[in-house]
């Protein structure tokens, strides 16, 4: 059995933030984890074409045994040609002699506007505070630190028993805005003190991001500088058996989903938390694709947003989704009022389907009767919010 | 040469538009288009699997000689079931009968809510007027029934003359929301004199809606009951050589383009008509994805509507497009001024930028340098009205 557990300490892990002024001011902006072991490393890194400096620097270093992660909000250092490769690789190699480790052993992030040059001066002036005051018992600074314009800080953790010893895995992101399926400027970190095979890490990490902080979508737009990152310690040996695997797939997975409801929580301008579940259809791809065009579509995020159950919205992006079914015995509902049945409009329902629809977290189920496949989306409303921040503010 | 003029008038085509109040008070929603000759007629429909009931009819009849379209506002007869249908053949029967056609040769189409019965006994009280009063004055009374949150009515003719004898084209087109790639809730109507060889009708419309009405976006969503109909009468015999076809073809452009632009211009809460070219590509479809992913972005459209010339938005709009290029060599400009050159950011020129972004119209210019191929795409921006729009009303 997995519990939550408010509990994010360990004693491999160290964390700290400092502010280095990279764009904010009064706040923390420049921060560390770090781990007393060599740890086993998995990563999901966007599919972008436009990567990020740090992200390559991350994407290379991957396969190594892990000692640190350093983080940066405020500027993404993408699209800044040649210099951004070199503030990156000028970031890595001072924390690496300040740290003592190994330069390959350092991932980098990097999160906030795109196209302009890091101020690697302060950052690097930065460094030695950030180094000296690391601490088991700071992860919730690390959370606040990695923030752009999310307004809470995203931490969660999960704790299980196996074989008599306890373990536990925590997850730290940030979100905001630009989050889409396969992922979106989005980082998150999960740690975990259970030995899990490094043979299986990539493919257990792989699929608990595939249902979770890649089945969210804000705005649609994937970002250059997408990561997720699972760090577990070195050990003597591993767990590589699926039996003894499941509780910590489990907790893996309830941390990650725990992060993508804070995500879509706290989406730029959000009113809304909508799961979008799209049942019985002929294939999971279908099942996905025709969730994901509901939870992308604009028409159906302003209806969220003005609280109008218009299923007509919903039925058009199914439609157009590329989902294979026939459109004459599809059924939507809102909750349990259905609105739609196998085609036909239930137009008596509307009014306990508008008491639904005034919640701020309820579930759109479409049920497209082809087969027994399903998939879930979660999606942010479309609001006057979203507009302001996105277009007000240079991100 | 072609020339642009005010002249819709055509001896053969009658327009007429009333009230059958379906869904708006006040204002004509009803409305017809006859020929008095059997015209050939070529068509493109939404790719979207949930059809309209209209749709499904003028999909069936549009390989017959065509002699009236009816369209009405307000009511998409969408994701109307079986009743649906039932409504639309009626309507279909009345039309025939008062207008002494076969029913094959009637097109039909639909605009407006989705999911809700049309008021089809007042549909079938008007008809009775709606068909008397057709006379070939009345284009601009057509053009403004089938409106629904369009602003204003779209129409536009080009007249050439080939052989010493004069032809036109005139398109009448509806809009607003739901305008994406590959249709959206547009109806258009194209009308022509020339002989066009039924053989070629499709393929040389097809070719013209590709870089036009297919060029466009608002919010991507793809509608249910999207139409764009081309009708030329019956004629004894027909150009079908290239030569002959060209300035026919240059006319249709010219009149499917200036209905794109008013599209767009007229886009639900739209303050910017933007331009965004993809040069210099691989191939016309890397090409053509590249300037969609950048024309649909909302993170790119809400930097249009705030005026920052905001390129890493384009960028990554670009690099998650799946347009291959490598990311080092791209340019971005606004007009002619450029702040991306070859992956360099050229950061002084932020201010001039600044200045053109100021317009309601202005081109934004991705150079991928990787080959010769280039597609445009016409977008505009994401609003506070454009929110307004679509969470206040039901459409």
């Known amino acids: 059995m997995i519990k939550k557990t408010n509990n994010h300490f360990y004693d491999n892990f160290e964390f700290n933030s400092v502010s280095a002024e990279i764009k904010y001011k009064n706040r923390d902006d420049f921060a560390l984890i770090f781990s007393k072991k060599p740890c086993n490393a998995a990563a999901v890194f966007t599919k972008n074409l436009v990567k990020a400096s740090p992200l390559k620097v991350s994407s290379a270093n991957i ?19 040649t210099q951004g490769m070199e503030n990156a690789l000028k970031l890595n190699q001072v924390l690496s002699e300040k740290l003592n480790i190994p330069s390959g052993s350092i991932l980098q992030c990097s999160t906030g506007v795109i196209g302009i040059q890091l101020p690697v001066e302060k950052m690097i002036n930065s460094l030695p505070a950030l180094v000296e005051g690391k601490n088991p018992d700071k992860a919730d600074f690390f959370s606040k630190a990695i923030m752009t314009t999310d307004t809470f800080n995203k931490i969660s953790t999960y704790e299980f028993s196996h074989d008599n010893i306890n373990y536990r895995v925590t997850g730290i992101a940030k979100g905001a805005g630009m989050i889409a399926p396969d992922m979106a400027t989005l980082l998150a970190f999960i740690l975990t003190d259970f030995p899990v095979s490094p043979d299986k890490m990539d493919t257990i990490f792989r699929a608990a991001a595939d249902s979770t902080l890649n089945a969210i979508t804000v705005d649609g737009d994937t970002s250059t500088n997408d990561t997720a990152i699972l760090l577990s310690p070195e050990n003597d040996s591993y767990f590589i058996d699926d039996n003894d695997l499941s509780l910590f797939r489990e907790a893996l997975t309830a941390v990650m989903s725990d992060l993508a409801y804070m995500l879509i929580k706290d989406a730029e301008g959000a009113t809304k938390c909508v799961k979008i579940s799209c049942i019985n259809a002929k294939s999971e791809n279908d099942a996905r694709l025709c969730s994901r065009a509901i939870a992308q579509s604009m028409l159906v995020k302003t209806a969220i947003f003005g609280e109008d159950p218009n299923w007509g919205r919903i039925a058009c992006a ?78």
Chains 1, 2 share one sequence.
Do not use: C, M, Q
């Not at 396969?63 to 040609?81: E, M």
């Not at 590329?322 to 008596?348: E, Q, R, T, W, Y």
């Open 63 to 81: 396969k190594n045994k892990i000692r640190a992660v350093l983080v940066n909000s405020g500027n993404a250092n993408a699209a800044t040609g």
């Open 318 to 395: 199914a439609g157009y989704s590329g989902a294979d079914f026939n459109p004459d015995n599809i059924s939507i509902s809102f909750n349990n009022i259905v609105l739609l049945d196998k085609g036909s409009p239930l137009g008596h329902n509307i009014i306990e389907a508008e008491k639904v629809i005034k919640n701020s977290e309820y579930t759109i189920t479409i049920d497209l009767n082809e087969g027994n496949f399903n998939w879930t989306f979660l999606t942010s409303d479309l609001s006057y919010d979203y507009v302001k921040i996105n277009a007000e503010y240079t991100t």
